[in-house]
């Protein structure tokens, strides 16, 4: 047996002292237009990685993702050597950097309006790999970062744009290891005099916090000991920036804060943290409008700790948040500390890291509502995003609904919903979705929608696109309905006519139409009548052209010139006689008539489809008449029906040719069907043989497909 050269790919291993290596030499003497080194950039980026996620991938992504403007294929390079997650985070952060270039050229040129459509494209740019927020985050850090060391007049558009986007990107999902740094940092650079004001108010104040968080931390000590509880109790310093947002929120100058000092107790256990709450209020002063409980009701990040704020002994207020260990590192590191990815090992598998995703996706939809500029009263936004149970990120119009989401995601599944969970919860069809609602449809297996949803005033579909897909579906639907009606008029004329296995598709095309659907629309709507199938599916005798086939339509009311004693009924006198209005009998034609109520003897050709139906009817009313002698001057109505395709002057030309035989025109009716003219001309002739020679003369006519008697 030969063997199998055919060889099963193996996992690409990450080695990001490997990709450091290899892009030192590219990035020597190259610098960001920061004026930062790249490889200085690139080293403080994995700094900040690796104090929050110790993941190669990532890391190894933050030295190649410059490698782009210096490689001639990067990405077949970065795939190979490194593979497809690390290619896919650093083509994302790419893009991600080219929309902040964006933002920041649109603010110096003053086009604010552009911004909130930067910040949507940056939302669905990060939607790849959730770790791909971590590398712009770090990289947006570590640009900061060296503006301290370096002082430039770009720092201030940077730190302006952080505190835009970044700072509030990063509270959303919890990283306030990141988040206070870059405030601090983006201070420092927008408020340079408020900054160094604070610092300065801090470095004075040092000794006499420290002494008294000294002395707070250890009677709290001392009181979980007294207790049997183990934890950790420390004081945390306040942040600068948080520092001025409360002087600016509440108008107070330094002095005047009194809750720049604050602890932190670390527990096992969410018992122990109401524990160590109910302890801190039998020991110390609560003040109790300064208590949260964030472990009943997280916030929309998921942070969760029990806050609260106490009287020292010598009444000055302290600050103590209470959490677990897993509580501490969640809020540290946020969401950061969550993220996991299926790879090998990983027991949460699939299902578990596409929910994660979910979650992250919301906390960034609920950022993208965060850093929104503020809006006159009554201004709404005009579009929000929603998700899919999976992830999937759905742009809708302000104030839509689980109807407009179900066709956003697919016209089908909006044509079957049927009801709607938004986070989990039953609504109904006219809820109101907001960003960053996760929506799941509830579909029938098959079905519609309702008429019900075209109503805007009903509330169930705000969008115009929704309505118009509802109104497209029911029209289709009508059409559907009627060319089944017509197809079933059309089948029942046929198998009158015994022509049930007729070829229907050469019927509409002899007929004029592109299709039998067409042609079964116009006999539903009444446009053409059953004697036009007829003299298509009856193939022509040899009887006289009189007697041919022809398309009886409606006619208008003529004009007649004529007398009873011209009918004569056999082996009776002259009776009350009137020619039938349905085939208009001219002398040769061969003729019948019968007895009808309250009009005398109605005369019809004897080959009248109406006859027929009589002699099946009323066969008994039925009567031999024949032709008598009339008067030279004696005119009898009748029309013509002319098919022809249409073109200008068509009218003219057939109008002309009554004209030449001196046959006079009582009323014309004239409609066009997919370029097919339909000409009915109502007209008063002397005898059978001046129709014919009108019939044959408009035969003659450019265009005209046929004519006949009506």
């Not at 609602?437 to 969008?463: H, R, Y």
Request: proline share 5%.
């Amino acid at each position: 047996m030969a063997p199998d050269n055919k060889k099963t790919e193996a996992p690409v291993k990450v080695n990001w002292q490997l990709a450091r290596s290899m892009v030192e030499p590219l990035y020597a003497g190259q610098c960001l237009e920061t004026g930062e080194p790249r490889m200085s950039h690139a080293d403080g980026m994995a700094s900040i990685l690796r104090g929050i996620r110790d993941d190669d991938e990532l890391i190894a992504a933050a030295y190649l993702s410059s490698v782009q403007d210096y490689l001639k294929n990067p990405e077949e390079w970065i795939e190979k050597s490194f593979g497809g997650k690390v290619l896919e985070l650093c083509t994302d952060l790419q893009r991600l950097m080219k929309l902040s270039e964006q933002a920041r050229s649109s603010n110096k040129e003053a086009n604010a309006a552009s911004q909130p459509e930067k910040l949507r494209k940056m939302l669905l740019a990060m939607c790849g790999d959730l770790r791909v927020v971590l590398l712009r985050l770090a990289s947006r850090l570590q640009t900061l970062r060296w503006f301290v060391m370096h002082p430039s007049d770009d720092a201030k558009i940077y730190a302006a744009e952080t505190l835009q986007l970044y700072s509030p990107l990063a509270n959303r999902l919890g990283i306030w290891q990141m988040k206070w740094e870059l405030e601090d940092l983006s201070l420092r650079f927008t408020r340079p005099e408020v900054y160094q004001e604070i610092v300065r108010h801090l470095d004075a104040s040092r000794a006499e916090r420290l002494a008294f968080v000294q002395q707070a931390v250890t009677k709290i000590r001392s009181l979980l000991a007294a207790h049997h509880i183990r934890g950790e109790v420390s004081g945390r310093s306040k942040h600068i920036y948080s520092i001025w947002l409360k002087m600016e929120r509440k108008h107070l100058p330094f002095e005047r804060l009194f809750d720049l000092r604050a602890l932190r107790v670390i527990v096992d256990t969410v018992e122990q943290c109401y524990e160590v709450l109910s302890i801190l209020n039998e020991n110390f002063t609560a003040i109790q409008s300064e208590y949260d409980d964030y472990i009943a009701h997280p916030k929309p990040n998921g942070y969760r700790s029990l806050h609260t704020v106490v009287k020292a002994s010598n009444g000055l207020p302290v600050e103590i948040q209470i959490r677990t260990r897993e509580m501490h590192e969640f809020a540290e590191l946020g969401f950061a500390a969550h993220w996991r990815y299926k790879e090998a090992g990983n027991s949460l598998g699939v299902n578990s890291a596409e929910e994660q995703k979910v979650v992250w996706l919301r906390q960034l939809l609920a950022w993208h509502s965060d850093v929104e500029p503020p809006r006159a009263p009554g201004v709404e936004d005009d579009l929000i995003y929603a998700l899919t149970p999976m992830g999937r990120v759905v742009e809708l119009a302000a104030n839509s609904t689980p109807v407009d989401f179900a066709y956003m995601v697919h016209t089908q599944l909006g044509h079957r919903c049927r009801g709607a969970k938004v986070n989990g919860a039953i609504v109904p069809l006219t809820h109101k979705l907001k960003t960053g609602d996760t929506v799941e449809i509830i579909a029938a297996k098959s079905g519609g929608p309702s008429q019900d949803w075209m109503n805007p005033e009903l509330g169930f579909a705000a969008m115009a696109r929704t309505r118009g897909k509802v109104r497209t579906w029911f029209n289709q639907l009508h059409l559907q309905e009627q060319i089944a009606r017509g197809r079933d008029e059309l089948d029942t004329e046929l198998a009158r006519l015994g022509k049930s296995t007729y070829n229907l598709e050469s019927l509409a095309k002899t007929l004029g139409f592109e299709s039998v659907d067409d042609l079964c629309l116009t006999i539903a709507k009444d446009e053409i009548s059953n004697r036009a199938i007829e003299a298509v599916v009856v193939p022509q005798t040899q009887k006289k052209a009189a007697d041919e086939p022809v398309i009886p339509v409606k006619p208008a009311q003529p004009r007649a010139h004529h007398d009873n004693g011209q009918i004569l009924v056999a082996g009776v006198g002259s009776l009350l006689t009137q020619l039938a209005k349905c085939c208009h009998p001219v002398p040769p034609d061969e003729i019948v008539g019968f007895v009808s109520r309250g009009r005398g003897v109605v005369v019809h050709r004897a080959d009248c489809p109406n006859v027929k139906n009589l002699m099946e009817q009323s066969k008994e009313r039925l009567i031999e008449v024949s032709w008598g002698e009339a008067p030279e001057d004696t005119l009898y109505p009748m029309e013509i029906l002319v098919l022809a395709r249409d073109r200008i002057g068509l009218l003219k030309d057939v109008t002309d040719v009554f004209i030449r035989l001196k046959i006079n025109i009582t009323n014309v009716n004239t409609q066009t069907v997919k370029n097919v003219a339909r000409l009915k001309f109502g007209v008063e002739v002397a005898g059978a043989a001046l129709m014919q020679q009108a019939l044959k003369e408009i035969l003659e006519v450019k265009g005209v497909i046929s004519a006949h008697r009506s």
